[in-house]
């Protein structure tokens, strides 16, 4: 690996990073999907949580490093501390070896993407650009180092469903490249050996069961997606600002020209193409029919293009062409331009939503647990709904399980099937009647709400906490805590 960054520059901005991040950290406060990581890593053996894998929709890998930490009574921040240091290793492999310029590093690492989407909020997308970043760094010694390569596939398979389609594509593309140069040994075949078991071990784990939520091939249909995705991709802050309905239509057409840019500008290198073709045939099958996602998927998509860029560098370009480009026009540099300049942008929106992080809370679980033990009442019995949401205050009380109304049924994190689906559709007040049903003596319960009840004292409980204002993060959780009115 050879450094592309002069020592002092490097560590200025890793330091500068890692400060600003460990500030954000501080002021963080984990929402629902933060929480569900932990609890499972917490609550469950390791073959329990591969089983579990089939529910989230993701292999496990990060529930797996996840796993001492929570196993061992660690505290909470244990998992953002860890997710932490993946994000500033992802900087420093950047930023040390990839072969752009300083504005584009300087602009990367401090845009919304990586200064705040896949540093602060703890999920296993931070994971998958490491690695990815890891593979581009080692990526013209894979044939000289291949067991270090195929490790590094492996891993990308099972961090999340999502990076199964590029680690499929690098699968592939490394398969081929050996047959093509004739390429064989001890060790090439077991890097080969390593990817595959890597695939299908992640495969093996994300297989639906019939009562997944996502149960099947296709799950939802929706063909503009993919637009959407590759809009948040380039500005992840198009819907955030008060843009008109016209103006977004002109960020979507512009980001699919810019997509397609992009695809044409590696024309003249068929290995990347396939790359590039394959991987986005991936995610844009997950978004089209199985679940849209959100920014943070959508990200993957400027990661899938940089990493591309990366790597072009170790492929010469073909002379057999897809396209009659003339050789005259390049369409090299194009493509970088691009992504400074979405960067440039992306970046004062980073700026934004870090001004919202360090005033404002991203969740007010953290809020609604401490008021909980402060006033002794993680004693008492809650009743939660709705399950996903309520379950992100359970790391704040250790030993705690809520009961869940939707369900009817104790538990820490959120199972996601057709009986969590069918109970999540509940209203209110039906929850309040399931209570009243299977808890007849209510004077020594609490219920807390994500969404605040009507008249709560015509069903006994009168309010005793909330937490609903300056809440920004996702799904904005805001949390109601009720109890019954005979209770002291």
């Given at each position: 690996?050879?450094?592309?960054?002069?020592?002092?520059?490097?560590?200025?901005?890793?330091?500068?990073?890692?400060?600003?991040?460990?500030?954000?950290?501080?002021?963080?406060?984990?929402?629902?999907?933060?929480?569900?990581?932990?609890?499972?890593?917490?609550?469950?053996?390791?073959?329990?949580?591969?089983?579990?894998?089939?529910?989230?929709?993701?292999?496990?890998?990060?529930?797996?490093?996840?796993?001492?930490?929570?196993?061992?009574?660690?505290?909470?921040?244990?998992?953002?501390?860890?997710?932490?240091?993946?994000?500033?290793?992802?900087?420093?492999?950047?930023?040390?070896?990839?072969?752009?310029?300083?504005?584009?590093?300087?602009?990367?690492?401090?845009?919304?993407?990586?200064?705040?989407?896949?540093?602060?909020?703890?999920?296993?997308?931070?994971?998958?650009?490491?690695?990815?970043?890891?593979?581009?760094?080692?990526?013209?010694?894979?044939?000289?180092?291949?067991?270090?390569?195929?490790?590094?596939?492996?891993?990308?398979?099972?961090?999340?469903?999502?990076?199964?389609?590029?680690?499929?594509?690098?699968?592939?593309?490394?398969?081929?490249?050996?047959?093509?140069?004739?390429?064989?040994?001890?060790?090439?075949?077991?890097?080969?050996l390593l990817m595959c078991v890597g695939g299908v071990l992640s495969?093996?784990?994300?297989?639906?069961?019939?009562?997944?939520?996502?149960?099947?091939?296709?799950?939802?249909?929706?063909?503009?997606?993919?637009?959407?995705?590759v809009t948040f991709a380039f500005f992840p802050w198009h819907t955030?600002?008060?843009?008109?309905?016209?103006?977004?239509?002109?960020?979507?057409?512009?980001?699919?020209?810019?997509?397609?840019?992009?695809?044409?500008?590696?024309?003249?290198?068929?290995?990347?193409?396939?790359?590039?073709?394959?991987?986005?045939?991936?995610?844009?099958?997950?978004?089209?029919?199985?679940?849209?996602?959100?920014?943070?998927?959508?990200?993957?998509?400027?990661?899938?293009?940089?990493?591309?860029?990366?790597?072009?560098?170790?492929?010469?370009?073909?002379?057999?062409?897809?396209?009659?480009?003339?050789?005259?026009?390049?369409?090299?540099?194009?493509?970088?331009?691009?992504?400074?300049?979405?960067?440039?942008?992306?970046?004062?929106?980073?700026?934004?939503?870090?001004?919202?992080?360090?005033?404002?809370?991203?969740?007010?679980?953290?809020?609604?647990?401490?008021?909980?033990?402060?006033?002794?009442?993680?004693?008492?019995?809650?009743?939660?709904?709705?399950?996903?949401?309520?379950?992100?205050?359970?790391?704040?009380?250790?030993?705690?399980?809520?009961?869940?109304?939707?369900?009817?049924?104790?538990?820490?994190?959120?199972?996601?099937?057709?009986?969590?689906?069918?109970?999540?559709?509940?209203?209110?007040?039906?929850?309040?009647?399931?209570?009243?049903?299977?808890?007849?003596?209510?004077?020594?319960?609490?219920?807390?709400?994500?969404?605040?009840?009507?008249?709560?004292?015509?069903?006994?409980?009168?309010?005793?906490?909330?937490?609903?204002?300056?809440?920004?993060?996702?799904?904005?959780?805001?949390?109601?805590?009720?109890?019954?009115?005979?209770?002291?």
């Amino acid at each position: 690996m050879k450094k592309n960054a002069s020592f002092g520059f490097a560590v200025f901005l890793i330091l500068l990073y890692s400060a600003i991040q460990v500030v954000l950290l501080i002021h963080h406060e984990p929402w629902q999907d933060e929480a569900q990581a932990w609890l499972i890593a917490r609550d469950l053996d390791i073959v329990s949580i591969l089983k579990q894998m089939a529910y989230e929709g993701s292999p496990g890998l990060w529930h797996m490093l996840l796993l001492p930490f929570a196993k061992t009574g660690l505290p909470y921040i244990s998992e953002f501390l860890l997710h932490l240091i993946i994000a500033v290793a992802a900087v420093t492999v950047f930023v040390l070896y990839a072969p752009f310029s300083r504005v584009t590093k300087v602009l990367f690492i401090f845009s919304y993407y990586m200064a705040y989407e896949y540093s602060i909020i703890a999920r296993s997308y931070g994971l998958s650009i490491l690695i990815l970043f890891l593979i581009a760094a080692i990526y013209s010694k894979r044939f000289e180092c291949p067991l270090w390569y195929g490790f590094l596939i492996f891993l990308l398979f099972n961090t999340n469903v999502h990076s199964f389609f590029i680690a499929s594509s690098l699968t592939i593309l490394f398969a081929w490249e050996l047959f093509r140069n004739h390429t064989s040994g001890k060790r090439v075949k077991v890097a080969m050996l390593l990817m595959c078991v890597g695939g299908v071990l992640s495969f093996l784990q994300i297989l639906s069961p019939p009562d997944n939520i996502y149960y099947g091939i296709i799950s939802d249909i929706n063909y503009l997606t993919p637009f959407a995705a590759v809009t948040f991709a380039f500005f992840p802050w198009h819907t955030s600002f008060f843009i008109p309905a016209e103006l977004r239509i002109v960020f979507i057409l512009l980001s699919f020209f810019m997509f397609c840019v992009f695809i044409v500008s590696m024309m003249k290198k068929r290995s990347v193409l396939f790359l590039l073709l394959f991987s986005f045939a991936g995610l844009f099958y997950i978004f089209a029919l199985k679940y849209p996602g959100t920014v943070r998927h959508h990200g993957l998509i400027l990661i899938i293009f940089l990493f591309s860029l990366w790597i072009s560098r170790y492929y010469s370009n073909s002379q057999k062409m897809l396209l009659n480009i003339p050789s005259n026009i390049t369409l090299s540099k194009f493509p970088l331009m691009i992504i400074n300049v979405c960067l440039l942008l992306s970046l004062l929106y980073s700026l934004k939503i870090q001004y919202m992080e360090y005033k404002y809370s991203f969740s007010g679980a953290k809020e609604m647990a401490n008021f909980i033990k402060r006033n002794h009442f993680d004693n008492y019995m809650i009743i939660a709904h709705q399950s996903n949401g309520a379950n992100a205050l359970l790391p704040y009380l250790p030993e705690k399980v809520f009961w869940y109304a939707g369900i009817e049924d104790y538990g820490t994190f959120v199972t996601y099937n057709k009986k969590h689906l069918a109970g999540r559709s509940i209203s209110n007040e039906q929850a309040i009647l399931r209570i009243q049903k299977t808890f007849p003596a209510t004077s020594q319960l609490l219920i807390l709400l994500t969404n605040p009840l009507d008249f709560p004292e015509l069903y006994g409980f009168r309010l005793l906490y909330k937490v609903d204002k300056d809440v920004f993060g996702y799904g904005h959780e805001r949390f109601y805590l009720y109890k019954p009115v005979n209770l002291k």
